[in-house]
């Protein structure tokens, strides 16, 4: 896991001019044909995850002992793990998961935090700005994945107690579940990906703050708050959105290597990491090598699309 | 410089803090009650207490930190919930000795392999073979080693017998010639991890290789040294390579980080005695002494590495410790 650098600096009249140029960006991209076919892939996975529970043949947790560990069939397109249970169902929940993941990952410690504390560094300066970016620097300077093996290897046990307790509730105990198994390994993730969101926001801020439109909402007196979320963060958002999508893919590579570890994601929630996990020994790929190669191939596919396309954004962005 | 370094250096222990603190109080925050783990059968309220006091488990957390703090700087670690007698000291050190032989041999090897072959993918930009060599590099690195780790694994140790399934044999391994000569070789068991280690960080030097030597070659200077008449063979390797290599140092710290990260997944698979496969088997234990000590260990060894590699690279481009006073 790494977390992104952020981009070279932009020069205040580009980033300015960043907020009309949606289309204009887009135009460049779809010139790529590499990062377009990345986008199809990524799409396609993460559509199949939205759309899990209507076009997944199984449900993830039917089991039928009789038909385990077969290779493809017609019944079973991917084949069938150790329990029987269906192997395409479980990709696509395991998708599912991941996107879940990443998408909370991005807004909460992105998004919110991220950007939250980028703006109020950049605009107010001085100490607050100095305490942030210590901070920032301190948890930048941790290892990303022991770090996160701990937090989750001490909370998600705490958090499956919750859980399960909130399983037990009447009525909409089962969506707090579903959420609940999700909430260790987004909260952990959170805590380590803001920081890279945060100094690049703070680079761009600092470009805008002496600008004259600032200086004018100074002067009629708009308060900070509004001219942070007034004046600046639309001046920014659409290149800091960029930016992040350039980065889902080490979150979601993240993801499947703690689930892997036994500390993300807990059964029986699908995900690709404790999918991988079950395929991994020499004898068992040997013998089955599908219980391996099916999640295998969904994540590496879903990576190297992210790293490609995650490649070109930075490539359009740089452009002058 | 001075300044760079004392401003740097300073901020060095508050991390070292925060992190200690944070670590020990999410440790202590897991499930389970150490005490009554350690205490087995006994549920005499006296034995318990006693337990808590000798494992300095009593008091806030703040107490209980310090004390252990205290210890943990003069290298104790305290005791395994686990294995029972042992320091958690005596458990991590072979494997500390074990691992750190892997990662260092394999940051050489990303380094040996990696900048030949920006160098090479740069020379022949414009051609077929830089777009091949860059994009499958991006590919080899995009899978993850937790997936890539067991077909390799089948295919050479399995199904063709050249290398061991897995284990740890040290560094070298002594060949008998008729039984009589002995010769030194590399250890075989050594391949399997240096091939999984080393695939995503030399991917990662040769691409930053080849976008340095593609922008040096555009600097005067190189343009100087061809217009001396100079064969491009020397232009490249006397002028373009030493400029290229500059950035190299900030990507020590990102390659070690990758490696680090890998080791957890190739020694938990190969079998390795390492940090990595310890701290596996600690969290499905949940053995929480010894995760926070796996866990301390490599952050120091983290945060000291970034620490060096940024002293080096303000040493060598003055930009940046005469941007830092505005920009860090």
Redesign the interface.
Known sequence: ??IAAPAAAHSPAEVAASRGSVALFWERLRKKKLAMMSLVVIVLIYGGGILAPVIAPYSYTQQNIDQALQGPSRAHPLGTDRLGRDMLSRALYSARTTLVVSVAVLVSGSLIIGNGLGLIAGYRGGWVDNTI??VG??FS???????L???N???S??VD?FAKWAGRLPGGGGVVHDFASYISIFAALSLFFWVGTARYVR?LVLQLRERDFILAAQALGASTPRILVRHLLPNIAFIVVLQLSATLGSVA?TE??LT????GVQPPTPSF?AM??D????????AY?HL?LV??IF??LL??A???LG?AINDVIRER | MTGYVIRRLAILPLTLFVVSFFTFAIARYGPGDPVTIAAGQVRDPEVLERIRHERGLDGTIFEQYQRWAVRALEGDFGESFIQRGYSVRELVVPKMIVSAQLNVLSIVFVFVIGVPLGMLAAWFQGKWIDPLIISSLLFLSAIPVLVILPPIQWLLAVRFHIIPVGGWGGLIDIYWIAGVIAVPIPNPHLYLPLIVLTVPGFSGVARLVRITALQVAREDYVRTARAKGLTETTVALRHVLPNAMLPLVTAIGLSLAGIVEGSYFTETLLGIPGIGAFTFESVRSRDYDVILATTLIVAVFFIVMNLLTDLAYARIDPRVRLGASNLS
């Open positions: 896991m790494t970016m210590r620097e301190v300077s941790l290892p990303g994945l022991p770090m093996i701990l937090v290897a001490a909370l046990p705490r107690e680079s590579g499947v290597a892997w570890f036994g500390v990491g991988i996990y395929g991994s020994g020499t004898r068992t790929f040997q090598p391996l999640p295998g994540v590496s990576l190297f992210f790293a490609l490649d």
